[in-house]
């Protein structure tokens, strides 16, 4: 039977359940020796009410979630997720990328999370401690560069819940933030907006990995292909004073204004034609770019996603991969075994904190060490008072090289997110694939030669 249609069924439900148990049961704080550098992000959540329940504005201020859940324009609206554009500057490894709130933690934060809420008062104003529930985190992940070998900092998402349904407007500020967007929890499920970006990985690559200068591997690799989202937002806030980038400078992610592609060109020659505006007096206002959600920012997103029905993340989840085809097909023939390894690591118990059929252990609590996730794949969950003191927490170099989408850590072997379990040692074939890739253009290209060689001694 096929999974409900997320369009016709309300996540207030599941989206309650979730909530519930992270905030009950957290995910552990990750410590490295590797590097001290941390950054936190914050995954706010708010229910956006509909038009015949709206709340009113002498309505009680709820206090813990089943308050607010059990709220009757609560039980009517439609979860959503606030997204923010950053702003294009030089040198920023993520320059207008989608993203969340949050930025790397101070020595005066108290902890993690204390972090979360600094940084999203300061780039959007949104002050966490006033209008929102702490609602626990997602697994904290050991973010690396050059394929997975170079540690960069932990990064560490904290859940929020918006309870105020009259927020102050957002406040943005204008050197961090391009754009906010709230985004419904539904279109994020929906396959239709599941789509794929190239980003050109040869400036990252070039006199680190090989030595070669950036063209040339450019040249040679062409661009990466990673997992993405279009997101489509009900609400976005721009900020006016934000700089625009050239379009000459207009990076992938940089696109609230277009880059004008050799189609729009024309057309816009044979609009100015067609009003008589030969001078361009009248010029059309800039195309506004699609906003894509990929890459770190996706792996945390997919984290979330996995807890909430119809649990298919899986399915709609690809492996990074090369443009040019002998490479993808060589990492297509050399991965194809290990990709169906890791499909079939995940296939274990199907269980979730809402499924019926959890069972209970001896204390009369429910026994939720599996998790339902991407359909008929699971996740095992991190119940921490769940483990005595004898379990260590133990930490993995996660590939999330190139805005890769490992993510997570591990506990006693089990504890990863899904993604990570799909990734882990992905990247260690797909350099062999590439290199493989190489020598068969060298090959060819060998035998070529000589053919030619060949056919000119015999003319002579």
Not at 27 to 32: A, K, R
Not at 113 to 130: I, K, P
Not at 324 to 350: C, M, N
């Amino acid at each position: 039977m096929d999974a409900p249609s997320t369009s016709d069924e309300s996540l207030v439900g599941p989206l309650h359940t979730v909530l519930d148990h992270l905030t009950s049961s957290p995910y552990p704080v990750l410590n490295t020796e590797t590097t001290k550098k941390r950054a936190s992000v914050a995954y706010i959540l708010r229910v956006n009410p509909s038009y015949a329940h709206w709340p009113s504005d002498d309505s009680p201020r709820p206090s813990t979630l089943a308050d607010f859940f059990a709220t009757p324009w609560v039980q009517h609206g439609d979860p959503e997720v606030l997204f923010i554009k950053r702003a294009s500057r030089k040198g920023d490894r993520w320059t207008s990328h989608i993203a969340l709130p949050g930025g790397r933690r101070d020595p005066e934060d108290t902890d993690d999370q204390a972090a979360a809420v600094r940084e999203t008062s300061e780039e959007v104003g949104l002050d966490l401690e006033s209008h929102a529930l702490k609602c626990g985190n997602l697994p904290q992940r050991l973010v690396t560069t050059h394929w997975g070998k170079k540690p960069l900092m932990v990064l560490c998402p904290y859940v929020f819940l918006l309870i105020d349904h009259n927020v102050p407007p957002l406040r943005l500020q204008p050197t961090e933030v391009a754009s906010t967007h709230w985004v419904p929890l539904r279109r994020l499920l929906q396959p239709s907006q599941r789509t794929v970006v190239f980003e050109d990985v040869s400036s990252r690559l070039a006199n680190q990995e090989t030595g070669v200068k950036k063209w040339m591997l450019s040249l040679i690799l062409g661009k990466m292909m990673f997992a993405a989202i279009n997101l489509a937002p009900t609400e976005s806030v721009y900020s006016v004073e934000t700089p625009v980038a050239a379009p000459t400078s207009t990076s992938l992610q940089d696109n609230r204004y277009a880059r004008p592609t050799s189609y729009t060109r024309l057309r816009a020659v044979t609009t100015r034609l067609a009003r008589a505006d030969i001078f361009q007096q009248f010029p059309d206002p800039p195309a506004e770019g699609p906003l894509q959600l990929w890459g770190l920012t996706l792996g945390v997103v997919a984290d979330f996603l996995d807890l909430m029905p119809p649990h298919n993340a899986l399915t709609l989840w690809t492996y990074p991969t090369f443009t040019p085809l002998d490479v993808r097909l060589s990492i297509w023939l050399l991965t194809y075994r290990f990709k169906h390894r890791k499909r079939a690591e995940l296939q274990a118990g199907t269980y979730l904190p809402s499924d019926p059929t959890t069972t209970s252990d001896a204390s009369g609590r429910e026994d939720d060490s599996h998790r339902r996730s991407f359909g008929a794949a699971t996740e095992s969950m991190v119940i921490v008072d769940r483990f005595g003191p004898g379990d260590v927490t133990t930490e993995r170099h996660d590939e999330t090289g190139f805005h890769g989408l490992g993510t997570g850590i591990r506990r006693n072997k089990t504890d990863k997110a899904a993604v990570t379990t799909l990734l882990e040692g992905y990247y260690d074939i797909v350099r062999r694939a590439v290199a493989v890739a190489l020598v068969g253009r060298a090959s060819l290209v060998v035998v070529l030669m000589m053919l030619v060689w060949r056919r000119w001694r015999a003319k002579r």
